[in-house]
C-alpha cells in the first residue's frame, strides 16, 4: 500500500513538472529588438517631442502580440564627433516589457537625454552630448548595430528608428552596401528600418526661409542641408560625400521599411504602423 501510495505521487509530481514546464514555455514571449536613433542637433528638438507616445504605442502593440520589444534609445552618429560609441543611453540599456517605469525611462532617454547622460551635470554643461554637424543617416544604422551586436544575440528580428532633419551627405556606405553589411550582421534574422526624414529629390531647389512651412503659424520646419546652398537654386550635393540626394530613400525602398516626414505634425499613427509591421515581419502572431 505505501509502495503504491509512493508511486502514485511520483506519478503525480511527474505530471505537474510537466505542466508547468510547458506552461513556461508558452509564457516566454520572444523578444523584438528596437534601436530608436536620433538626430541630436538643436533642430531636431520640437520633432523628438513628437515621439512623446512612442513607449504607449509600444505596449499597445504588444497587447495584441505574441512577441515582447526590447528597446534601446541612443544617437545616430556623426562623423566628426569622438563621443560616438552608439551604445543606448541609460542603464538599463535596453527596455523591456520587465523593466520597472520603462514607459517613463524611454521618453526621458528622448526628451532628456542630457540629464539620463549625465544625471550630476558635467564641467562643460552639455558640450558633451552626443552632437555635431556631420549627421550620418542610415550609414548609422549599420554602426549601431555593429556596436550592439553582443546585446542582440537574444532577438529574433531587429527594428531600428531613426530621426533626422538632415540630408544623406556623409554616408560611409551606399545604400545596398549598407543592406548587405547589415544583411551579414544579422543572418537570417529579419531587419526592418523605420526612418523619419526629409525628403530630397534630383533638381529639388534650396527653399527661401521666409516661406517654408509659414503658412498656419506653426513652427517652421528648416531641413539641415550641408554646403553652400543659395535659395532659390537647385541643391548642390558638390560637397557632400555620397553626393547622393535620393539615398536615404532608396535604402529604405530596398530594406521595404517605412518612411515619414520629419515635418509632420504628428508621428502617431506613422509610429503604430510602423511598429505593426515589425512585429508582422518578425513572425509576432496576434494572441487569441
Not at 528638438?45 to 504607449?56: E, G, V
Not at 555593429?146 to 531600428?160: I, R, T
Not at 526612418?195 to 517652421?220: K, T, Y
Request: proline share 6%; glycine share 6%.
Amino acid at each position: 500500500m505505501v509502495v503504491r501510495d509512493f508511486k502514485r505521487i511520483c506519478i503525480s509530481f511527474i505530471v505537474f513538472l510537466i505542466s508547468y514546464s510547458v506552461y513556461a514555455n508558452e509564457s516566454v514571449k520572444d523578444k523584438v529588438g528596437l534601436l530608436v536613433m536620433l538626430d541630436m542637433s538643436a533642430s531636431t528638438k520640437n520633432h523628438r517631442q513628437k515621439l512623446k507616445n512612442l513607449a504607449p504605442i509600444v505596449r499597445k502593440a504588444m497587447e495584441s502580440s505574441s512577441c515582447d520589444f526590447k528597446i534601446g534609445v541612443g544617437n545616430i552618429a556623426y562623423d566628426n564627433l569622438r563621443r560616438n560609441d552608439l551604445k543606448p543611453w541609460g542603464q538599463p540599456s535596453f527596455v523591456t516589457a520587465d523593466t520597472p517605469n520603462g514607459d517613463e525611462m524611454i521618453w526621458e532617454r528622448i526628451s532628456d537625454p542630457e540629464l539620463v547622460l549625465f544625471p550630476n551635470g558635467t564641467v562643460s554643461g552639455d558640450d558633451e552630448t552626443p552632437r555635431g554637424n556631420r549627421e550620418r543617416t542610415y550609414s548609422s544604422m549599420v554602426e549601431s548595430i555593429e556596436q550592439n551586436l553582443p546585446d542582440l544575440q537574444d532577438v529574433v528580428s531587429l527594428g531600428v528608428l531613426l530621426l533626422t532633419d538632415t540630408a544623406p551627405a556623409f554616408e560611409i556606405y551606399g545604400p545596398q552596401i549598407a543592406l548587405n553589411r547589415i544583411s551579414d550582421l544579422l543572418g537570417s534574422r529579419p531587419f526592418i528600418p523605420g526612418m523619419i526624414r526629409p525628403s530630397f529629390f534630383e533638381g529639388m531647389m534650396f527653399e527661401h526661409w521666409e516661406n517654408s512651412n509659414a503658412d498656419d503659424g506653426a513652427p517652421v520646419c528648416r531641413l539641415d542641408i550641408p554646403g553652400q546652398q543659395i535659395p532659390g537654386n537647385q541643391i548642390s550635393t558638390l560637397e557632400w560625400q555620397s553626393r547622393d540626394i535620393e539615398a536615404m530613400d532608396t535604402f529604405i525602398e530596398r530594406a521595404w521599411g517605412m518612411s515619414w516626414d520629419v515635418c509632420d505634425k504628428d508621428y502617431d499613427d506613422s509610429l503604430e504602423a510602423y511598429l505593426q509591421t515589425v512585429l508582422n515581419q518578425s513572425g509576432c502572431l496576434l494572441m487569441m
